[in-house]
């Protein structure tokens, strides 16, 4: 009898260890990784007056359509009359016409497809120093400053790095400079402009400063950021053998108007509108 309860108390004492290791095993054991949320997805194209579209009803062809929307952003459709469109994106516009269709027991399970054809509703402007200026459709929803000067282009070697947006914001007037190198840094997305209907982008000409006298290539010249008298000079080519630093005069025009001419420093820095005039040396 003492020897089945030795066996019995082993026995427990061995389903214990096994247990109890079984347990701080599964407490080992690592949380399993949180589920990553889904990546966002830009903005749907919102369709717009002037926008020509393509609509399909599956197995209805009588039904089949290519129409524009209208000034009110509404289109003429077979059995439902007229559909109000503006603003919404293709499936919404999809949803809103097969409801019609159901509701009023036209087509029991209807299938619609709509396609945008042509842009013409939203729709940007891009002027001044661009490769080609003009106005450009909307067709994502989503257009930023630096897709729009791309399709355009890009800026030509005359256009200023400073790019000025001109629209509309909630009803109020918008204006913003966007400073271009500043856009490709580490915050760009912040800087990079999301454009909307109407906006009109405008590239003026770049700075510049005027060189002449005895220098080898005199001319107008770009003026680039933090550019000193030096770097001007480099630009034009250097000074001629009868040139002279000691004859270089800067003739710039302050805010009242008036001209004034001094004998600038070499590090000196310069401004857009300068003028810098190399005297031929006397000996």
Do not use: C
Not at 50 to 70: C, H, K, M, W, Y
Not at 112 to 139: C, F, K, W
Not at 175 to 196: Q, S, W, Y
């Amino acid at each position: 009898m003492s020897q089945l309860r030795w066996t019995v108390a082993l026995m427990a004492l061995i389903l214990g260890l096994v247990g109890g290791a079984g347990r701080a095993q599964a407490q080992a054991q690592p949380a399993p990784p949180a589920t990553a949320p889904a990546a966002t997805t830009s903005a749907e194209y919102r369709l717009a007056a002037g926008d020509a579209v393509r609509i399909t009803v599956f197995q209805n062809p009588d039904l089949s359509l290519e129409t524009r929307l209208s000034e009110t952003g509404t289109i003429s459709f077979p059995l439902l009359g007229s559909v109000r469109l503006l603003g919404m994106t293709t499936a919404q516009a999809e949803r809103r016409i097969a409801d019609g269709l159901r509701e009023g027991n036209f087509v029991k399970q209807p299938q619609v497809s709509l396609l945008v054809m042509q842009v013409r509703g939203n729709q940007v402007s891009v002027l001044g120093q661009v490769g080609r200026p003009g106005r450009y459709p909307i067709e994502t929803g989503e257009l930023r400053l630096t897709d729009l000067l791309a399709t355009a282009g890009g800026i030509t070697p005359t256009g200023s790095d400073i790019v000025t947006v001109v629209g509309s914001r909630n009803g109020k007037p918008f204006r913003a400079e966007v400073d271009l190198p500043k856009v490709f840094g580490p915050d760009r997305r912040g800087d990079d402009v999301l454009l909307r209907n109407d906006d009109v982008v405008w590239v003026d000409r770049a700075p510049t400063i005027f060189i002449y006298g005895e220098v080898q290539r005199p001319g107008v010249h770009r003026l680039e950021r933090g550019l000193t008298v030096l770097q001007a000079l480099a630009t034009a080519g250097g000074l001629t053998q009868r040139g002279t630093e000691k004859g270089i005069r800067l003739h710039r025009r302050a805010t009242d108007g008036k001209v004034a001419v001094a004998q600038p420093g070499m590090d000196d820095s310069l401004r857009d509108g300068d003028v810098l005039y190399v005297r031929e040396s006397l000996f």
